[in-house]
């Protein structure tokens, strides 16, 4: 052997079979060949089927480990928030239960002003529970669809609201289904009532921010920002007392005698899931009374026919 060499070659005792290149090169050569032939013919595919569905017990046994610490740490973490979403629930039901005492004696005094005063009685309107199916197909619009329709007694006009407030008025009925036009759409207007000054106005839908506008407000009008903003009932659809929207942003522009005023609906118009269907309040109102002198000109023209009064005859017209 050469000196300064090394070399790598076993002793002939211990050499069998080819070498260690030539075994470098078959395994590779079958290698690419493997992959070529699983990628054009998808000649393994079976091959890996069963090689999967042989190991899956095998995969099963040894991410259980895993699976359990995780199911019992959502298990600790739901316990968790399950303790804190009761105490919330209580802390809330002590004050609902408070209000609702208040409220009973409220609506007592209230029915028996009314009686002495010879009011008649407030208005109540039949609900109905629906859920949003999804979005309407046009996106130019503030819509969804309900799964409520003509079938079921839904009408036009019937409002909608969520457990916060309101969030629009059916527009369409379809024998099943409804649509419902939202509060923020820009066809969208409710006759509304600060309930700090009792001022009445009107709120628009502004689709651009998601919000909605009280519009035509002098310059110098009460609001403030945090005004909350209830149905006030003179439209005839939605019922008087539900919550709308809050007062976001007051701008008074000396250029104009209008003030700008932005508003946040209290309902939640991009995640309602489940919603309630009032019944229009046209329904119930009383029957619009007869104008008087429009009915003694009519009972006067029955009784008094003119000269120049003419009569339909089947075969013809006759003076």
Known sequence: MPLATLDRTPPPFFKQG??????????????????????????????RAVI???LHPVQEVVMAPSRWWE?????????????RTQARAERLLAEQSERITRMSQLERENDHL????????????????????????????????IDQGGRH??????????????????????????EVTMVTDKEAAVPVINVRTQQRGVAYGQPETRGMELRFMAGNADVQVGDVLQTSGLDGVYPSGLPV????????RADSAFARIALAPLARPDSARHVLLLEPVSSRLPARPVDAAASGASAAGRHHKPASSVTVTPSGVQP
């Open 18 to 47: 080819p070498s260690a290149f030539t075994r470098l090169m078959f395994f590779a050569a079958l290698a690419v060949f493997l992959m070529v032939a699983d990628a054009r013919w998808k000649m393994t595919e079976p091959l």
């Open 52 to 54: 999967a569905t042989v």
């Open 71 to 83: 199911d019992l740490s959502q298990y600790l973490a739901g316990v968790d928030e399950a303790r």
């Open 114 to 145: 009314r009686a002495l005063l010879a009011l008649r009685p407030r208005i109540e309107v039949g609900t109905r529970a629906a859920e949003v199916l999804y979005d309407a197909p046009d996106p130019y619009t503030r819509k969804v669809v």
């Open 153 to 178: 007694g839904a009408v036009l006009g019937s409002p909608v609201i969520d457990e916060a407030g309101v969030l629009g008025q059916v527009t369409r009925v379809y024998p099943l289904t409804s």
């Open 245 to 252: 929207a809050k007062v976001l942003r007051v701008d008074r």
